[in-house]
């Protein structure tokens, strides 16, 4: 399969150059050549499991792949999960994708088991005789996934930067608790945007990639502008949608739209994807917290980023700059690489662009304050006896209002087990609490749901990761952890 940047100045023709290379570069992002159709068989739907799907999707991209290689690195990423890896809940016309069952309890699970292992049979399908740095820039999820996913992988080092601001408490302990030789975090004093743009710089200067290829490393992302990051998620979307023609709960070909809680577009985008090959879903639902800007852009066709930034109770969605929005743009603008870079420059120098709203299609955009989001906690608790977390919350509430709009049934994505933000549960449900971390129990007590016992083994976890920088200082703290 050949890659090519969504900006129209670089391209590989090579699965594995594209995982390593993470970012094109022309600071655009690769996308497939071609996306190729999935066909399902009666026979395959009747006898796939999750891993089969995986194997099906996952090759049809990455087809110059060595397949029994990767086939192999397929089976053990996914024995990480538990043993259902993807159960559906049915509330209502909803059906609720619990994508929280890997080992840091969250949707990023599904690729971060796999991704390192793409990284590393990269590497030796290359020859490549360096290390890959790892730099990832995270609003809270993604970072202890990659942690976890990349420890103790050989050649490669990881470096996860967090913003002081707006993670939980369960999403910090996970990555400073780490305690692998490759894997570090970092704090960055600020927000998401402050550590993302920050990390942006460096994959776009050429001097400090010199500087680390002469150290012998080359750079890498684990963030899902790396496609090797974005197409293990388009396989949850196929084996959610066969999974309910299996259970009788929809007909083979009847059309399902998708919810999607998303800051960084990348899981929705993943749905957009599944679609294109074949998927027959019907709209996409976009659920936005108070950080509305992609509600704003799917309503009006500006995205523009000179707005308030605020932390709210969704904090993995508190992102103002979605980086994985440029490949939409370039499959809704018809692959032209020129009108995206024309956008992406007017947002690199004005901070905005406009697109014709007419060129935005089958998408529809809802937001939720943080107000909002807890009644929708306690709602479907109520009704249903049942918690999602408040990523989770927007996108069933989203899912709602759309059936209420549009009628019809929806996918909607649980992209985190509801203790990791078991704070804001216990508000929502009104239960006193004495912090963060007790409000597991009360939580628990309340609900008699009870948690994973690694959340409470996180807090007597030695704390190994203790450096904060301020935003300018990604480049002396990358040679300090380095060398």
């Known amino acids: 399969m050949k890659f090519l940047s969504t900006r129209g100045k670089s391209e590989t023709d090579s699965s594995y150059e594209a995982i390593l290379r993470g970012l094109a570069d022309d600071g655009g992002l690769y996308v497939p050549e071609k996306l190729g159709k999935i066909d399902i068989t009666s026979e395959e739907i009747d006898s796939f499991e999750y891993v089969d799907y995986a194997k099906k999707v996952i090759s049809s991209i990455f087809d110059d792949m060595d397949r029994e290689a990767l086939f192999h690195e397929i089976d053990e990423a996914y024995k990480t999960f538990e043993p259902e890896i993807l159960p559906i809940k049915k509330i209502d016309d909803v059906y609720v994708m619990e994508l929280f069952h890997g080992q840091t309890y969250a949707f990023k699970d599904f690729a971060m088991s796999l991704l390192p292992r793409l990284v590393s049979l990269s590497l030796k399908k290359k020859n490549i005789d360096k290390k890959i740095l790892i730099l990832t820039a995270t609003s809270g999820d993604t970072g202890s996934a990659a ?7 050989e050649n490669t080092e990881i470096i996860v930067f967090y ?18 030789e490759n894997t570090h975090a970092v704090a960055v004093k600020g927000n ?53 023609v299996k259970d009788g709960e929809i007909e083979r070909g009847e059309r399902v739209s998708v919810s999607v809680p998303t800051g960084n577009f990348g899981n929705i985008l993943a749905a957009y994807l599944a ?14 917290n ?19 930034f605020h932390t709210t109770n969704s904090p993995s969605m508190d992102i103002l700059i979605s980086s994985n929005l440029e ?16 956008l992406m420059k007017d947002l690199k120098t004005e901070g905005k662009y406009v697109l014709p709203k007419e060129k935005i299609n089958g998408i529809y955009g809802y937001c939720y304050d943080d107000e909002k989001t807890l009644e929708e906690i306690s709602a479907v608790y109520e009704k249903f006896g049942y918690l999602v977390d408040t990523h989770s919350a927007i996108a069933t509430k989203s899912a709602a209002e759309y059936i209420k709009d549009q009628g019809g049934k929806v996918l909607a994505a649980a992209t985190a087990s509801p203790f990791k933000f078991a704070e804001s549960i216990a508000k929502a449900l009104s239960i006193d609490y004495e912090d963060e971390i007790s409000a597991i129990d009360v939580v628990e007590e309340k ?3 009870k948690a994973d016992d690694n959340f409470k083994n ?25 060398f």
Not at 215 to 238: D, E
Not at 290 to 308: A, E, M, P, S, V
Not at 464 to 475: A, C, H, L, S, V
């Open 327 to 342: 490949r939409f743009l370039y499959y809704e603008l018809n692959e032209d690489t020129e009108y995206v870079d024309a």
């Open 275 to 288: 679609k294109k090959m074949g998927l027959p879903l019907g709209d996409l639902i976009c659920g936005s």
């Open 447 to 449: 609900t008699g749901i």
């Open 163 to 180: 913003p002081t601001k707006g993670i939980s408490e369960i999403q910090r302990r996970q990555m400073v608790t780490i305690d692998g």
């Open 192 to 244: 998401f945007d402050d550590a993302q743009s920050a990390l942006k710089e460096i994959f776009n200067d050429g001097e400090f990639k010199k500087y680390l290829e002469e150290k012998n490393y080359l750079l890498s992302s684990a963030n899902s502008i790396n496609i090797g990051r974005l197409v293990p998620q388009i396989v949850y979307y196929f084996y959610s949608y066969f999974q309910l």
């Open 290 to 308: 108070k950080n509305n800007i992609l509600t704003d852009f799917i309503n009006t066709g500006i995205y523009d980023i000179n707005r308030q």
């Open 147 to 153: 942690l976890y996913g990349f420890k103790g992988v």
């Open 458 to 482: 996180l807090l007597r976890k030695e704390v190994t990761q203790k450096i904060e920088i301020e935003k300018d200082g990604i480049r002396d703290v990358i040679k300090e952890i380095l």
